[in-house]
């Protein structure tokens, strides 16, 4: 392979991976991160939203030999646990196999640990503190400002690739240019996060290989378990209105609140209150754009598809763009342009098909999870993937537990449906008529 000079913005997750696999790709790779060294930053395990890691993020990492180290970071989650209003709990299992799980992982540790294996490369170069103030992506040139001294340096590559998130300079600088569309979409629904200690003896209070839901129509709370037996807490609710963050004001309220819809959360939380009040509801967007390619520039991870997290896809998505950039710039050694074509072809489709996931999750999580017809479904769904393996995936499934892409499992699954439906109406119209014509 013709070794090529790269430059990353981003020093995220993303952003570290990309610069793993690039540099044991043989390239030479730069990589400019406006934040300070997350390797001196001490990573503060469920204080920050975790992360649900599953097969396509595994896959991206099994490629720089990876996988079995990231593993042994995370926590497997084989189902949820559903808490009903009356502190009552069901199980949800994600798949009849018992090796379909997806694993909590913390964020920061994760990023912190990729960096750290990044360093360790010989063609990889760490800059910290440098914020991205311009481009030119058709020379491949970006400028970078010290966010201490003010010193301005330009730097070029034959590939620069923005993966600096959903707030992404390198695309802000894009926009300014012809023919680029971009779209972002708030919800109405904000987050924030409840920190979860373990029990007095170390243990995790509640299970702990599960993701907990706590489902209540139009809001919902959820928690992450982590290795050290804590949970990472998370309320989606509406920022404002019924049942928002802007109701709670106080100390009072709070009780009074969790002790009517969530009353087993306050005996996790014993600084329940304080936790609340202290946070601030952070927002959720979707972010689209087109193109992902302009010039020699190219978008991967949030910085081409933030999405909101209720599919646990975001990282998976991003690790998957990383993996799939460098099997295209792989298997077109001498030709660059072509590479960057043939991986904006096949990943904005999947991008865009991932974010209308992500958005149909919400509303399954915080609402559709505790309804007897959809756990029928769903024991329905299991049951013809252990009749019919050969056949039947569940789109959940084929998304969490798989490399089928996304679009590809939006497809399977419609398909899927229309039979299903098809095969019901055909037994439904014979049983029918077996029983008039016994009736004659």
């Not at 491949?140 to 070029?156: A, L, P, Q, S, Y």
């Not at 599919?311 to 660059?336: T, W």
């Not at 056949?391 to 969490?400: F, G, K, P």
Request: net charge negative.
């Amino acid at each position: 392979m013709l070794k090529k000079s790269i430059v990353i913005v981003g020093g995220g997750l993303t952003g570290a991976l990309a610069a793993l696999a690039l540099s044991r790709d043989g390239h030479k790779v730069s990589v400019y991160e406006r934040r300070g060294d997350i390797r001196d930053a001490t990573i503060v395990h469920g204080r920050s939203i975790n992360l649900a890691i599953s097969t396509r993020g595994l896959t991206a990492l099994e490629r720089v030999g990876l996988r079995e180290h990231a593993l042994e970071m995370a926590v497997p989650m084989r189902g949820r646990r559903m808490h009903g209003k009356d502190s009552a709990t069901t199980f949800q299992p994600y798949s009849p196999n018992a090796d379909d799980n997806i694993y909590s992982i913390s964020r920061g540790g994760l990023n912190k640990f990729l960096i750290e294996k990044a360093a360790e490369e010989k063609e990889v170069e760490l800059h910290f503190q440098q914020r991205c103030i311009g481009v030119d992506a058709r020379a491949g040139v970006v400028r970078f400002e010290h966010e201490d001294t003010g010193e301005i340096v330009e730097v070029n590559g034959d590939l620069v690739i923005g993966a600096d998130g959903a707030y992404s300079a390198v695309r802000q600088n894009l926009m300014v240019g012809d023919r680029f569309n971009f779209s972002q979409d708030y919800l109405t629904h904000g987050y924030t996060e409840l920190y979860i200690p373990p029990a007095e003896d170390g243990d995790f209070r509640i299970e702990k290989n599960a993701l907990h839901i706590w489902p209540r129509g139009k809001f919902m709370m959820i928690a992450l378990p982590n290795g050290d037996g804590s949970f990472t807490g998370t309320l989606f609710w509406p920022l404002e209105g019924e049942n928002s963050f802007s109701q709670l004001k106080d100390a009072s309220q709070v009780k009074r609140y969790f002790e009517e819809w969530f009353p087993d959360v306050p005996a996790l939380v014993p600084d329940l209150e304080e936790q609340y009040l202290a946070s601030t509801p952070s927002s959720l967007v979707t972010i689209r754009c087109k193109p992902w390619v302009v010039g020699k520039i190219a978008l991967v991870g949030d910085s081409a598809h933030a999405i909101v997290p209720f599919y646990g896809q975001g990282m998976n998505a991003g690790f998957e763009d990383v993996r799939i950039l460098c099997e295209r710039i792989e298997s077109n050694p001498e030709d660059l342009g072509q590479a960057l074509e043939e991986y904006q072809e096949e990943r904005i489709v999947n991008g865009n098909a991932i974010a209308d996931l992500a958005l149909q999750n919400f509303y399954e999580m915080q609402d559709h999870v505790a309804k007897p017809l959809f756990l029928l479904s769903k024991k329905f769904s299991n049951l013809l993937q252990k009749c019919l393996p050969g056949w039947y995936r569940s789109l959940y499934s084929m998304v969490s537990f798989s490399n089928t892409p996304y679009a590809d499992a939006m497809s399977i699954s419609k398909s899927q449906e229309k039979t299903i439906r098809f095969v019901v109406v055909l037994v439904v119209a014979i049983v029918v008529m077996a029983l008039l014509w016994s009736l004659k």
